[in-house]
């Protein structure tokens, strides 16, 4: 079993819609949570990022964390077709560390 | 405010043959990581450096090996190398005990 599992997708909906993007851990010691958006043959830019649970809100982006589940979330309002990417989510371990372990990513197309 | 640069941005390399990737961290920030990217997948830890030392590595062979330079840029090193070893090399940089891990746009390695 992986650590980090993420639903591959792809993904498609229209634009506007309300997209939920979902990731399940299995290390106790994730303690930082972070998503990333990756479009084709670049680097991840990094989206949100939020330490222990609960909610994180900017711009259109909420993220979620629910650590008693070992449930990451990331919604995204008012859909675009510039969202189409790949979305990564990557909890890690505190202190020092800072390694992250990333879920394989689920692809998103908005269709305008 | 440049962000975390690499180079070179591709490389073809031919089995067996020795490579150097490097990588300037975003300014501020003092603490490096590398990843590898697999098609497909997402990208997993290579090792971390901080105060010019390896601190931190995941699950990959001696063959990679690293250096941080006192103003915080860092090589990634990798000998003999695989056809396996085809992949986007990401470097990560963030500052010790705060925000998110940034990340640089990649070096595609390809092994022939």
């Known amino acids: 079993q992986k650590e980090v599992e993420q639903d591959p997708g792809p993904l498609s909906v229209p634009e506007g819609a309300i997209v939920s993007l979902n990731c399940t851990y299995s290390?106790?010691?994730?303690?930082?949570f972070m998503w990333y958006r990756q479009y084709s043959r670049k680097g991840p830019e990094l989206l949100m990022y939020?330490?222990?649970?609960g909610n994180k809100e900017d711009g259109r982006f909420t993220a979620q964390v629910d650590k008693s589940s070992k449930y990451i979330s990331l919604f995204i309002r008012d859909s675009q077709p510039s969202d189409s990417a790949t979305y990564l989510c990557?909890?890690?371990?505190?202190?020092?560390?800072?390694?992250?372990?990333f879920g394989s990513g689920t692809q998103l197309t908005v269709l305008p | 405010d440049a962000g975390v640069t690499q180079s070179p941005t591709h490389l073809i390399k031919t089995r067996g043959q020795q490579v150097t990737l490097r990588c300037s961290p975003k300014?501020?920030?003092?603490?490096v990581s590398w990843y590898q990217q697999a098609l497909g997948q997402g990208p997993q830890f290579i090792f971390q450096?901080?105060?010019?030392?390896?601190?931190q590595r995941g699950n990959f062979p001696d063959r990679f090996s690293g250096h941080q330079f006192p103003n915080y840029s860092s090589e990634l090193n990798v000998n003999a190398l695989l056809l396996g070893d085809s992949a986007l090399y990401l470097c990560a940089s963030y500052l010790q005990g705060a925000g998110g891990a940034f990340f640089g746009q990649g070096t595609r390695l390809t092994v022939v």
């Open positions: 450096y901080y105060e010019e030392e390896e601190r």
């Open positions: 939020t330490y222990s649970s």
């Open positions: 290390n106790s010691a994730f303690q930082y």
């Open positions: 300014s501020g920030h003092d603490t």
């Open positions: 990557a909890p890690g371990v505190g202190g020092s560390a800072r390694q992250l372990t």
